[in-house]
C-alpha cells in the first residue's frame, strides 16, 4: 500500500487501546500509525526519572501488543516530537493528528504549543480528546462538577475491530531515554493486563478494608486501590474505573462496602478536581498559588537548603517515621496519601525548604507522578495556596497514630531495630548508655534532628500567618473563584461524613482554618 494520507495517534498518558477516543476516529479515519514519542527534553527534565520510564516501557510493551491484536503496529521513536512529525509528514503525508488531551508539566506544554501551530500552518487537523474530567479552557468553576459526572457516566468506548496498518522502521520498546535516577526495586510493573488485575482485586477483595486502612503507611499498602500508576499514564481510563466502582457498588448487597466504594470514588473525583488547577493556571508548576508566599521559599541560606534537603531525600532528618517513608518511596515509588503530605508539611514547614525543590525529589521518585495532581498537593501541604487550613503534621504524633509498635519503623530503618518502643519515635533523647546497649549512637548510627520540632512548628506558624494576614480579599477572591469546587449533588453523600470525621480526627497535626475559606461552602 503506497503510504499516503496516514492518520497519526499520538500516545501520551493514554497507553491503553480501549476507551480511548483518539485511536477509535482513527481507525475510522483511514490508515493509521500508532506513535510513542519519547521528547528527550521530557525525559531529561528535573521531574523525570528512570523508575517512571522503566514504567512506560512496560505500558508500551502491553500496549504494542493489543494494537498487534487489532492489526496495527506501534511506532516508538526516540526524538524531538515537532521535528519528528515535519518529518513524517515530509515522507508520508500526514491526514490527521489524534490524541487526548494532556494537562502535562511545562515542557509537555512547549511541546504541545508547537505542534498546534505547525499543524495549522500545514493544513492538518490536530483533534484532542478529552480523557478524563479535566475541562480545557474552562470559563466558570460553577459548571466543572456537572461535566465531570456527565463524562464519567458517557458509554466507554469500545476498541475499534481493526485498523488499517502502517509499517516503519522504528527504535523498537527496550531503549530507554537517557534520564536520571535509579531503579527502585519494588516499584509497581506497568502495563494493561495488570492495570485491570490490581483493579479487580481492589474492588471485589482488598476495597473491604479502604477506609481504616488508608491512613497508616502499614495498611495503605494492601488497602489502597494502587491504581495511581496506571491512572497516570493512562493503562485504564478513569470512566473505566468509575463505571467498574459503580457497577460493583450495585451488586453488592453489603452496606459497609457500598461505604467503601463511595469513598473510594470520592478519590477518583479529586484526581480531576487537583488536575484542573494546574490545567487552569499552569504557572502553579512553578509559582505559589499565592505569590505573597514566595518569600517564605527563600528564608535559608542556600547551602542550609542544599544539606537539609540532601538529608530529608536520603531519610536521615532523624525523626524515624520521616525517614522510613522515604525509604519506602525511594525503593518502591509509592506512597500512601496521609504520609506524602506529611513528608511534604516536614520538608516545607520544618525544615523551610523551598516545595519546588522537595516537589521535584518526590516527582521523581512517584511512580505515579502526575504534575496535575502533584503541584497542586504539594503546595496545599505546604500552605501556599492562602486559602487551606493550615495543617502542619507532626512526625513522632504521627508515628504513635499510624504506626503505634513501631513495626513500619523497624521495617525500613534496620538500624533502629532493636530500639524498643519507648524511645522508637524519638532516639535522639535515648542516653548515651541505652544508644550503645541497642546498636545506635546517635550522630553515628544515625542522625539526631536538625532542628526542634516544637519550635519549628512555632516559627512555620508565625511566618504563615504573617503573610497571610496581608493576603489582600482579592487575592483570596480569586484563588476560589478560580480553584475551589462548589458543593454538589454529584459528590457521593455517604463521603460526607468520612471526610468530616477525618479532619476531627487529625490531632497529630497543627491545624488553623482560613478564614475566608472556612465561611465558604467551597473545597479547595
Ligand atoms: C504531596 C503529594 C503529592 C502527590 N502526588 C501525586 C501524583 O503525582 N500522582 C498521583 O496520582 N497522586 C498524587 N498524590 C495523591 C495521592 O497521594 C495518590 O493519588 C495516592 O496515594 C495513590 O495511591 P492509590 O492509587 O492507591 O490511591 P487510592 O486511595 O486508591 O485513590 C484512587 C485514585 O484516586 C486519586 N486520588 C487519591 N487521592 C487523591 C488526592 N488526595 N488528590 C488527587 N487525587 C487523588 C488517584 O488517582 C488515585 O490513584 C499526591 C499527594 C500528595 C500529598
Not at 418 to 435: A, H, K, N, T
Request: aromatic share 8%; glycine share 6%.
Amino acid at each position: 500500500m503506497p503510504l499516503r494520507d496516514v492518520h497519526v495517534v499520538w500516545f501520551k498518558r493514554d497507553l491503553r487501546v480501549a476507551d480511548h477516543a483518539a485511536l477509535s476516529a482513527a481507525c475510522e479515519a483511514g490508515p493509521v500509525l500508532p506513535l510513542f514519542i519519547w521528547a528527550p527534553q521530557v525525559w531529561s527534565a528535573e521531574d523525570a526519572s528512570l523508575s517512571q520510564a522503566m514504567f512506560v516501557r512496560d505500558s508500551l510493551q502491553d500496549l504494542a501488543h493489543a494494537l498487534q491484536q487489532l492489526g496495527l503496529h506501534l511506532h516508538v521513536y526516540h526524538h524531538d516530537p515537532l521535528t519528528l512529525l515535519q518529518r513524517l509528514h515530509a515522507k508520508f503525508g500526514i491526514a490527521g493528528l489524534y490524541s487526548h488531551e494532556e494537562t502535562g508539566n511545562q515542557h509537555t506544554y512547549t511541546i504541545d504549543q508547537q505542534v498546534q501551530v505547525w499543524c495549522r500552518m500545514q493544513g492538518i487537523v490536530w483533534q484532542e480528546w478529552p480523557q478524563n474530567g479535566v475541562v480545557r479552557r474552562l470559563s466558570d468553576r460553577q459548571q466543572w462538577q456537572a461535566q465531570w459526572a456527565l463524562r464519567m457516566q458517557a458509554p466507554v468506548i469500545t476498541v475499534p475491530a481493526s485498523g488499517l496498518a502502517v509499517r516503519l522502521p522504528d527504535h523498537g520498546l527496550e531503549r530507554l531515554p537517557a534520564v536520571a535516577g535509579h531503579a527502585q526495586a519494588e516499584r509497581q510493573v506497568g502495563g494493561i493486563g495488570v492495570a485491570e488485575a490490581v483493579m479487580a482485586d481492589f474492588l471485589t477483595r482488598r476495597v473491604h478494608g479502604y477506609q481504616r486502612g488508608i491512613s497508616s503507611p502499614l495498611s495503605a499498602v494492601q488497602a489502597c486501590s494502587r491504581l495511581s500508576p496506571y491512572l497516570a499514564w493512562g493503562a485504564v481510563s478513569l470512566r473505566t474505573v468509575v463505571q467498574a466502582t459503580r457497577a460493583r457498588a450495585q451488586q453488592t448487597e453489603n452496606v459497609q462496602q457500598r461505604r467503601q466504594l463511595h469513598s473510594f470514588e470520592s478519590r477518583l473525583h479529586w484526581h480531576c478536581h487537583f488536575m484542573q488547577k494546574l490545567e487552569s493556571e499552569p504557572r502553579i508548576e512553578h509559582q505559589s498559588f499565592y505569590r505573597g508566599f514566595e518569600a517564605l521559599q527563600s528564608r535559608l541560606p542556600d547551602a542550609a537548603v542544599a544539606l537539609r534537603l540532601q538529608a530529608w531525600q536520603d531519610a536521615q532528618t532523624g525523626w524515624p517515621l520521616v525517614d522510613a517513608c522515604m525509604q519506602m518511596l525511594n525503593q518502591s515509588g509509592w506512597l500512601n496519601f496521609r504520609m506524602r503530605a506529611m513528608l511534604m508539611s516536614t520538608a516545607s514547614y520544618l525544615l523551610q525548604l523551598p516545595w519546588r525543590q522537595s516537589g521535584l525529589h518526590l516527582a521523581r521518585a512517584f511512580v505515579d507522578y502526575e504534575p496535575g495532581i502533584h503541584w497542586p498537593q504539594v503546595q496545599m501541604q505546604s500552605g501556599t495556596t492562602g486559602i487551606n487550613t493550615l495543617r502542619i503534621y507532626h512526625p513522632v504524633k504521627q508515628a504513635l497514630t499510624q504506626d503505634p509498635q513501631g513495626v513500619f519503623v523497624r521495617q525500613w530503618l534496620p538500624v533502629l531495630r532493636q530500639v524498643p518502643d519507648s524511645w522508637i519515635f524519638e532516639p535522639w533523647r535515648m542516653p548515651p548508655g541505652l544508644q550503645r546497649r541497642y546498636g545506635c549512637l546517635i550522630g553515628r548510627d544515625y542522625p539526631a534532628p536538625m532542628v526542634d520540632i516544637g519550635e519549628a512548628i512555632q516559627t512555620a506558624k508565625q511566618d504563615w500567618f504573617a503573610i497571610r494576614q496581608t493576603m489582600p480579599a482579592h487575592a483570596v477572591a480569586d484563588i476560589l473563584q478560580r480553584h475551589a469546587s462548589r458543593k454538589s449533588r454529584h459528590f457521593p453523600k455517604v463521603d460526607r461524613g468520612s471526610l468530616r470525621k477525618k479532619s476531627n480526627r487529625s490531632t497529630a497535626s497543627v491545624s488553623a482554618q482560613s478564614p475566608a475559606a472556612s465561611q465558604l461552602s467551597l473545597q479547595f
